[in-house]
């Protein structure tokens, strides 16, 4: 019952509240919408004081580290490949050195060591 009678005078305030916007609207233009530019550019003064005060200080989490730290590796390494790669274009090398350059393992690639002891028996599933 309690919720029954809250959720009422809460559409009758947002009611109230929107019937006042629209006469106000309509009876004094000027100074309704000198009013609403205010109330927007206090409230962006405040959330931009709010943001660089307590939100950018913030030291960013670990994973956002190693993400970082990722994408500078990445970029690093592109980088310098594709130097090498226009080099590579006006040389022509041997089939036996294509070959090798093909085998090479992707430096970017990183292998994560788990339990290999702990191998599952697929047939008994």
Not at 27 to 48: E, P, R, Y
Not at 95 to 101: A, T, V, Y
Request: hydrophobic share 40%.
């Amino acid at each position: 019952m309690v919720r029954k009678t809250i959720s009422i005078l809460t559409f009758l305030i947002i009611g109230l509240a929107v019937v006042g916007l629209v006469s106000k609207l309509f009876t004094d233009t000027a100074n309704f919408l000198f009013t609403i530019l205010i109330v927007i550019g206090s409230s962006a003064a405040i959330f931009a004081v709010f943001y660089f005060v307590f939100l950018r200080n913030r030291a960013p989490s670990n994973d956002m580290k190693k993400y970082k730290k990722a994408v500078r590796q990445s970029k690093a390494k592109y980088k310098s490949d594709n130097i090498r790669n226009t080099k590579v274009v006006n040389k022509k090398q041997p089939d036996l050195i294509r070959k090798k350059r093909n085998k090479r393992t992707a430096t970017h690639l990183r292998v994560i060591e788990g339990n290999k002891s702990k191998r599952k028996d697929r047939a008994s599933l």
